[in-house]
């Protein structure tokens, strides 16, 4: 399985960006998707997660800003909508899915947050 994660850019403080996650091969409806970030000397933290049942959990430092979602028509493909980005959301965010108990990652995509 590849993942194709796209959408990182250069973004002003308040402003909004649309992460995509594309996996290859077979869609399950098992799949569940992570979004992580990171940043230079700090470890890789879990920004969402959405599982195959469609619930939704987002870090405290997110919430209210972001949303997880799985596209309803082409089920290979996830979001992470970013709304008031701040500058300490910079970082190289990854998207990771689970699928059929193996976990494949992203190459990563980054997001700069700055005026």
């Known amino acids: 399985v590849q993942l194709q994660a796209s959408g990182g850019g250069l973004v002003q403080p308040g402003g909004s960006l649309r992460l995509s996650c594309a996996a290859s091969g077979s869609s399950f409806a098992s799949d569940s998707m992570a979004w992580f970030r990171q940043t230079p000397g700090k470890e890789r933290e879990l920004v969402a997660i959405?599982?195959?049942?469609?619930?939704?959990?987002l870090g405290d430092s997110v919430k209210g800003r972001f949303t997880i979602s799985r596209d309803k028509e082409a089920k290979n493909i996830w979001y992470l909508q970013m709304n008031s980005l701040q500058p300490e959301d910079t970082a190289v965010y990854y998207c990771?899915?689970?699928?059929?108990?193996?976990?494949?990652w992203g190459q990563g995509t980054l997001v700069t947050v700055s005026s």
């Open positions: 990771r899915l689970l699928r059929r108990g193996g976990y494949y």
């Open positions: 959405i599982f195959s049942s469609g619930n939704t959990n």
